[in-house]
């Protein structure tokens, strides 16, 4: 009786232990096309995962396989990673976007293994693995339909995020990746301040069509029109896709408005942020956290690059604060806006390709008010991305 009482009592300190279990892993697309000429090929990664007892945990990948007729011809070290801490008994989905590149020589392999190939990850939580797979589909060349692997969004300064002045020109600007030929159409979307408090109303400024055609990986970067700016506050911008259809989910940028009644030269309050402390080094899953400010519609957080000796680090802090992203000499390399609601975020690994390994940067956080007016800043700390 004893040792069945025993046995018991582990079976149960087991089961209370498990704390997060991966359920599924799905490729989108499921089939990726793959030219002669190889090229880059996008994949997302869905991570459904569900935690049993409250914990924070960290879902992850260290790599991925390329099999060819069951055998893997080629095994590459790329961690994707997130930390997150899910609501007990409610299956939390993760998303994980990556472009794979694919050699010629890798392209030939796959062409002459009948469509027999695919890549493989596998994810992990800590307690439970899944594994998702991607099927590597050997195109031929223009011949086929119109494809887009990727779309990415920023403002003609290269930002993600910005702050204007009333009736300034802002234009966004759209990087997008595609194979084969057809006509792309799509639709410069717009949501405006009033619309995102009460419903997130859209409206077309402009329509887009346009004939594409490459025998390999092709490019275009399509010009928005001159965006609204004439509504002081939060605004959002994107290029919806009417046809070829795809399915990632397509990139939004979001820009805020200010009065030119602003005073440019008033000093603001401080705001205070406690992470991430003074050397600690960058990486998608750093945490930026800091006080809350009264009247704070959103936060944004903002890394520059070091300023090039015009404006020293010591004299950024204590300088007059002209109103705008780009009030000192250094130059904002990549910021995100989150809502008021929140004290903490991460970039969650989007900042990474737009900073250099062995870089250091300059970081703060600014509060914004629902009229789109700077209320608070912290001052600029060093970062450095290793």
């Known amino acids: 009786m004893k040792n069945i009482t025993v046995v018991l009592f582990a079976l149960l300190s087991l089961t209370l232990s498990a704390e997060a279990s991966v359920s599924s892993v799905t490729a989108v697309p499921s089939k990726v096309t793959v030219l002669p000429t190889g090229g880059g090929v996008s994949v997302t990664w869905r991570v459904v995962h569900t935690i049993s007892a409250p914990a924070t945990t960290v879902t992850s990948s260290a790599s991925y396989d390329i099999i060819i007729n069951g ?99 802002l234009r966004a600007v759209a990087e997008i990746n595609f194979v084969s030929r057809g006509l792309l159409q799509a639709e410069w979307r717009v949501i405006d301040s009033p619309s995102i408090r009460g419903g997130q109303f859209e409206r077309r400024l402009s329509q887009v069509r346009r004939q594409l055609s ?60 406690f992470r991430p402390v003074e050397g600690v080094p960058f990486n998608a899953n750093t945490v930026f956290d800091w006080h809350p400010v009264a009247g704070a519609a959103a936060y944004q957080i903002e890394l520059f690059d070091l300023p090039g000796g015009k404006n020293p680090l010591s004299n950024l802090n204590a300088a007059p604060l002209i109103v705008s992203p780009f009030d000192t000499d250094a130059e904002l390399v990549v910021g995100k806006i ?49």
């Open 214 to 273: 490459s025998s390999g990986n092709g490019r275009v970067r399509l010009l928005s029109p001159k965006l609204p700016t004439g509504t002081t506050g939060l605004h959002e911008v994107k290029l919806v896709l009417i046809d070829p259809q795809t399915q990632f989910t397509q990139p939004v940028l979001r820009y805020y408005v200010n009065p030119n009644s602003t005073p440019g030269l008033s000093r603001l309050s401080p705001l205070e942020a």
């Open 71 to 169: 055998l893997t011809v080629l095994t590459v070290s790329k961690s994707l990673s997130r930390t997150t801490t899910p609501t007990v008994g409610v299956p939390e989905t993760l998303t994980f976007s990556e472009v794979i590149p694919v050699s010629v020589t890798l392209a030939k392999q796959i062409a002459k293994g009948g469509n027999d190939a695919r890549i493989q990850r596998i994810f992990n939580d800590g307690l439970g693995a899944g594994t998702g797979f991607a099927q590597l589909i050997a195109g031929g060349g223009a011949s086929g339909a119109l494809n887009i692997n990727r779309i990415e969004l920023s403002f003609e300064n290269g930002g993600k995020t910005n702050v204007v002045g009333q009736n300034s020109d």
């Open 338 to 386: 989150v809502p008021g609601t929140q004290t903490s975020s991460t970039f969650a690994g989007f900042a990474e390709k737009h900073l250099l390994h062995g870089s250091t940067y300059l970081w703060r956080i600014r509060a914004i008010s629902s009229g789109g007016t700077v209320l608070a800043q912290s001052d600029f700390r060093k970062i450095l991305y290793p």
